[in-house]
């Protein structure tokens, strides 16, 4: 038989005279210390690329990336669960071949996992990140690339999501790390919106996460990409906006400013030609 033990409680009065930490960001209105973080989309839009930068940018401590400004840099682990490992490196050095030298000094701030040509795809990695994570110097972010890969459950399951996301918050816990997963977006109509909803593990995964970050292609400009922060427990000022961002030559996103989402996001409608001629 199971005793549980009562909860601590604080007066009002009490949790008055309390001093809070001050709260630490590490890229500002999206990654807080010990938070988190979901980037969601669907296939092939670009998640690993987007988080690849988000990473390396942290590591190095550029001024800013996506716009939301660095504080300074910090020890990442990119855990790749998608590329095999020449893919990987080669998207890598071209990323950092675009990195101003000033910033270098700090790469080794970076780290990246290798399969050694054997990937572990659809099968439950928990365990070795674990280990990965005690075995090494404190990361202060760890992204996980992604959570469809890295795992055997279906995540579509609650019975079987909610263990997986206790154990990623105690993963989280060991450091205090940030952690960044890699998700994506369920079927969908062809015209829509970015909203959780549109996440794998639905509501349960959405609740336990707290800052959420979606990306889309437009339906209307080839190449143009969307980013939205739909979810955040913070302060965010940029909540519910969407921005434009396309891949330059280097594979560098470049900002495009807001954008209107609802024209992006919704397929254009193909008419004849004579009713083109008589609508114009």
Excluded at 89 to 100: D, T, W
Excluded at 224 to 242: H, P, Q, Y
Excluded at 244 to 261: C, I, P, T
Excluded at 266 to 274: D, F, V
Aim: proline share 3%; hydrophobic share 40%.
């Amino acid at each position: 038989m199971t005793i549980s033990k009562k909860f601590k409680l604080i007066g009002g009065i009490e949790s008055m005279g309390i001093q809070l930490p001050e709260k630490q960001m590490i890229v500002e209105e999206i990654i807080g210390k010990h938070k988190i973080i979901s980037i969601a989309a669907d296939t092939n839009v670009g998640k690993s690329i987007w988080t690849h930068q988000l990473g390396l940018a942290i590591a190095v401590s550029k001024s800013e990336i996506f716009g939301f400004p660095i504080a300074k840099p910090k020890r990442v682990l990119f855990l790749n669960f998608e590329m095999d490992d020449n893919e990987l490196i080669e998207r890598q050095q071209l990323l950092i071949s675009r990195i101003p030298l000033r910033y270098r000094m700090h790469l080794d701030n970076f780290y990246c996992n290798t399969f050694n040509g054997k990937r572990t795809l659809f099968q439950d990695n928990w365990d070795r990140i674990e280990q990965t994570i005690k075995e090494n110097d404190a990361f202060d972010v760890i992204i996980i690339d992604n959570l469809y890969s890295c795992t055997g459950i279906d995540d579509e399951k609650n019975a079987d999501l909610k263990p997986l996301l206790k154990r990623i918050i105690e993963i989280s816990d060991i450091n205090k790390s940030s952690l960044v997963i890699v998700n994506h977006h369920k079927k969908h109509l062809e015209s829509y919106i970015l909203t959780p909803d549109l996440i794998r593990g639905g509501s349960t995964f959405s609740n336990a996460v707290d800052v959420i970050i979606q990306l889309a292609e437009s339906l209307r400009q080839p190449g143009l990409r969307l980013m939205k922060i739909t979810k955040n427990r913070g302060k965010s000022l940029n909540k519910g906006k969407a921005f434009g961002m396309a891949l330059s030559n280097d594979l560098w996103f470049e900002m495009r400013g807001e954008v209107n989402e609802s024209c992006h996001l919704s397929a254009p409608i193909i008419t004849s030609e004579n009713e083109r001629v008589l609508g114009a």
